[in-house]
């Protein structure tokens, strides 16, 4: 079933909500590499297709397709992530599930150890946006660019 495109509908939201995206990724110094790796993640944990097949076109720009493909598995490959990335990505996993983490005082302990202030905030603007466009994404099924 053909589904409302959302950013057409609700142009004055949509464009709310790029300019947190535009912020995250041109005003930050968060590395674009990490931005994108972050954006995979919270992707795939909320299941976004749309999303999950532009960010890893983003990735395959910079990194490796091994590394790519283990991303949904990083806890297990330690090696192929710098501990930053590391705390990263966990934290991007404590937000995104944050009805059940509830953002525990651990995992923001962990992740304040790996980032300053600033970035620390800014990262989690960068997973609260993905999670947001993930929650219009999916249910308004945004197109992915793989072909058959």
């Not at 950013?7 to 994108?36: D, M, N, Q, R």
Request: aromatic share 8%; with cysteine.
């Amino acid at each position: 079933m053909k589904r409302l495109n959302w950013s057409e509908i609700a142009p004055e939201g949509a464009k709310a909500l790029f300019g947190i995206h535009h912020y995250v990724t041109t005003k930050t110094e968060l590395p674009e590499e990490l931005i994108h790796l972050i954006f995979l993640r919270v992707s795939q944990i909320n299941g976004c297709a749309h999303c999950i097949d532009m960010h890893t076109r983003d990735l395959l720009k910079t990194i490796a397709i091994d590394k790519v493909s283990l991303v949904p598995v990083w806890a297990e490959v330690p090696h192929l992530f710098s501990d930053q990335y590391r705390a990263a990505l966990a934290w991007a996993e404590e937000v995104t599930n944050v009805s059940t983490t509830h953002a525990s005082d651990e995992a923001y302990a962990a992740a304040a150890a790996a980032f300053a202030d600033k970035d620390l905030v800014d990262l989690t603007l960068a997973i609260a946006a993905m999670n947001a466009f993930n929650r219009l994404g999916s249910p308004f099924r945004l197109p992915v660019a793989a072909k058959p």
